[in-house]
DNA sequence: CGCCAGGCCTGCACGC
DNA sequence: TGCGTGCAGGCCTGGC
């Protein structure tokens, strides 16, 4: 699901309530997601404050000083900020009560009176994909929910973005970096030299630019008139020019809505986002062009689907 | 039942 | 032999 549009919707949703907040708690339900995820969890982050949520590609970052918590929404993930029942109690007025960490198995529900779980955990019930909460002494917690368990929770001590899922990734497509390396019609020109590979897998891969999925691939691709189908080879200065554009923009704009909700993307609040009434083809496989009427097609590119315009996006 | 779905790492075969 | 490259497979669940 989450593409950067989404995971930078969780983001600015997310970080007012985390950032300066400190960490009580962690509740790990079900570690088993695309790696499992780190047992001493509760150990490392309980007391930590947090002072940052940043993004880099679809990873989002927790800076908690000590170390990061690398977070990755995969296909079907979510982030929430939901409220804690009752408030946590002050640190310190609770003599016995050991910091509020919980135990893999632990769970937080309101009704049932389940043993072991101390009042302050109570909250809304977990849902059956509910694999990890962080409680915070805010009042909060941030939820994270994953059907298809594409997604990771990771810990980091250390620069971040020498993490060896970081280390190689492209540039940020909606930044620049002075100097060098910025995602610009000349860099995609070079990046796309002598490659034989369809632009649309090229735009997709994370060594190039970070951030572009599937629905995002085709919304550009349509934006700047350029097939799918299309050697990345083959693109002049001018057309990586209009494709560097035109990702920017699609970008930008999904942004602005929200990101896109398909099936069961939410933001930090739980709402879904807007973006895909505006697609122009992404499954809108056989309706007709929004442009010129033509029926959208729907092709396989490397087991993806991509959907475009024969008539206004030329080889 | 089979097929499809927003991501992305790994490993293989291939050609220079 | 050693690469860069381009595929295919795998991880999962849910919905049509």
Redesign the pocket.
């Given at each position: 699901?989450?593409?950067l549009p989404?995971v930078e919707t969780t983001r600015r949703g997310l970080a007012a309530h985390l950032e300066g907040a400190t960490v009580t708690g962690v509740v790990i339900r079900n570690a088993?997601l695309?790696w499992p995820i780190p047992e001493n969890l509760p150990e490392l982050l309980s007391g930590q404050a947090v002072i940052s949520l940043k993004r880099r590609?679809?990873?989002l970052l927790l800076d908690c000083g000590r170390g990061t918590l690398i977070l990755?929404?995969?296909?079907?993930g979510s982030l929430r900020i939901l409220p804690l029942a009752t408030p946590p109690v002050p640190a310190g007025s609770q003599g016995s009560s050991p910091k509020n960490i919980v135990a893999p198995s632990a769970s937080c529900f309101e009704r049932g009176g389940m043993p072991g779980v101390s009042p302050q955990l109570r909250c809304d019930p977990p849902a059956?994909?509910d694999h990890f909460d962080l409680l915070l002494d805010n009042g909060k917690l941030m939820r994270l929910r994953d059907?298809?368990?594409?997604g990771a929770v990771l810990w980091h001590e250390g620069d971040v973005h020498a993490h060896?899922?970081l280390a190689r990734l492209g540039p940020e497509p909606l930044e620049d970096y002075p100097g060098k390396n910025s995602f610009d019609a000349r860099y995609l020109y070079q990046a796309t030299r002598?490659?034989?590979?369809?632009i649309k897998?090229?735009i997709?891969n994370?060594h190039i630019v970070?951030g572009?999925?599937?629905?995002y691939a085709c919304e550009a691709l349509f934006s700047a008139g350029i097939s799918p189908l299309l050697k990345?080879g083959k693109l002049s200065l001018a057309r990586c020019d209009k494709l560097v554009t035109a990702i920017r923009t699609t970008l930008s704009a999904a942004i602005l809505a929200g990101?896109?909700?398909?099936?069961?993307?939410v933001n930090a609040s739980g709402n879904p986002?807007y973006f895909q009434q505006q697609h122009w083809v992404y499954a809108r496989a056989g309706e007709p062009c929004r442009c010129c009427g033509a029926p959208i097609r729907q092709i396989?590119q490397?087991?993806?689907?991509s959907f475009y315009c024969e008539n206004c996006q030329k080889g």
């Open positions: 699901m989450p593409e989404e088993r695309r590609a679809k990873y990755h929404l995969g296909m079907s059956i994909h059907p298809r368990r594409f060896p899922l002598g490659r034989n590979v369809a897998a090229l997709m994370n970070v572009v999925g599937n629905i990345a990101g896109s909700t398909l099936r069961d993307f986002g396989k490397g087991q993806r689907s």
